[in-house]
């Protein structure tokens, strides 16, 4: 009897943990952001985007060295480092090419760097000279027509904006250990009126879809006024997203380089350089290739986030052929397996299936993402749902299945094997949808 009893509630227990399952799992928040309980509705777009383009566009590509960092730890002087301004041509930029480039890797938004830590600016801002209008030989706004350029191809438009800007002369840090000035309310306060008007600026002339600011570490949320900020840019502009360095009063995550293996619950979005640098850096070949990239981009699928993938365009605006290679790549295989990409969930718990998974909005299906080579019998443990269909994402074959070790009197699922056969596999990652008889269910 009493075996009975702790069975019922054992039973009663994993039904709990099924209901609340597959989405839950421990998770820590990466960065501080402001949550509510329910999901906020002006995040729509980008929780169902899953993948954009961060550029990092600035005077550092002309000689090919780290952005900002490079003169802030005396690598080089400072007038070495701007002496980069004559270099910086745009000669042949093409923002429609750009857009259109994004567009094909299955991108549904771009982050540009309209300004970085160095204070150049890639608008026509009227409140500084340190400029590409004024300052460079590309002499015109280079924003403008990128953001016309992505709003034509339906793509989002995010604006990359450092708080910090170690050039201004009312900005208290100029280099690593080197300050203007330390505890000068005036000359601060002088700053905030400048960081405000820029973002005055770019909101009224851009309506960015997204905000991505950097540099917050400087200055605590008091003295910047991040909650003011926040509150200005939400005034002029209700629906406009902002990521969360802002000293925790953001809307998203933004984990850099490193892949979270606990992602948060809430949105979340990891940056990623394509090689070892952000900026453009001639010498730089430590490029990942399309599989790293994409099996990146399947483990941040998994987790239920977006992946931001950097390139860095050179002085003149050409995008360099890596980069270039690496986002065509992306776009045949995005487009091909788009169903187990866009609009879906978080995968299942780690354990069910050895590699990413997926689940589309209805709880439905479930998209098993198969690690390089996979091929053979692939294995799903613990799931009580009857499949109704297996079939190869983005060509429609139909796999054959085989549940071994399902006992009648047990609730345990059988293991599922299923067949792929090699000449179905996608050159980088294989793609399998399992058709569900209901939402997914789980046996923990
Ligand atoms: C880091 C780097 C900065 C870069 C940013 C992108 O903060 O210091 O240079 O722009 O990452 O996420």
């Not at 075996?3 to 597959?22: D, E, G, K, N, T």
């Not at 003169?71 to 400072?78: A, D, G, P, V």
Request: glycine fraction near 8%.
């Amino acid at each position: 009897m009493k075996r009975f009893q702790f069975y019922c509630f054992f039973v009663l227990i994993s039904s709990i943990w099924v209901l609340l399952s597959p989405f839950a799992s421990a998770q820590t928040a990466t960065d501080p952001v402001i949550a509510g309980d329910e999901p906020d509705p002006k995040m729509a777009w980008f929780t169902d985007a899953r993948l954009g383009i961060f550029i990092h566009w600035g005077i550092y590509a002309v000689d090919g060295i780290d952005e900002s960092w490079s003169f802030f730890n005396k690598y080089l002087s400072y007038e070495d480092y701007m002496d980069q301004l004559d270099g910086f041509t745009a000669s042949n930029y093409d923002p429609e090419a750009w857009a259109v480039l994004i567009k094909e890797s299955g991108a549904q938004y771009a982050v540009l760097t309209t300004k970085h830590h160095d204070g150049v600016a890639l608008w026509d801002t009227k409140l500084s000279d340190l400029n590409v209008v004024d300052a460079t030989p590309a002499k015109r706004d280079l924003v403008a027509p990128f953001v016309k350029a992505l709003r034509n191809k339906g793509l989002k438009a995010g604006l990359y904006f450092s708080h910090l800007d170690w050039s201004h002369p009312d900005y208290d840090v100029f280099r690593s250990n080197e300050y203007r000035y330390k505890d000068d309310p005036e000359r601060w306060a002088r700053f905030k009126t400048f960081h405000m008007g820029q973002l005055r600026e770019l909101s009224s002339q851009f309506k960015p879809d997204l905000w991505w600011f950097d540099g917050d570490w400087e200055h605590s949320a008091e003295e910047w006024n991040a909650e003011g900020i926040r509150d200005s840019l939400l005034t002029w502009q209700p629906e406009t997203i902002l990521n969360s360095r802002l000293n925790g009063f953001g809307d998203y995550a933004t984990p850099e380089q490193g892949l979270p293996l606990n992602p948060s619950d809430g949105p979340w979005e990891l940056c990623m350089t394509m090689n070892d640098s952000w900026g453009y850096q001639d010498h730089d070949l430590n490029y990942k290739t399309p599989y790293q990239v994409i099996h990146t981009f399947a483990d941040v699928l998994n987790g239920g986030g977006n992946l931001l993938l950097d390139i860095g365009p050179k002085a003149d605006g050409t995008i360099p052929d890596e980069q270039v290679a690496i986002l065509k790549e992306l776009g045949r295989w995005t487009s091909k397996h788009a169903e187990a990409i866009y609009g879906t969930k978080r995968g299942i718990p780690f354990g069910h299936f050895y590699g990413p998974t997926t689940v589309s909005a209805d709880n439905r299906i479930l998209y098993l993402f198969l690690p390089n080579g996979s091929k053979g019998q692939i294995v799903v443990k613990g799931l009580k749902n009857k499949v109704d269909r297996i079939r190869i994402v983005g060509n429609g074959t139909k796999l054959d299945s085989q549940i071994l070790g399902k006992q009648y009197w047990s609730d345990v699922p059988g293991i599922l094997y299923i067949d792929v056969p090699e000449s179905e596999s996608d050159p980088i990652m294989t793609v399998v949808a399992l058709q569900l008889n209901g939402e997914v269910d789980l046996f923990r």
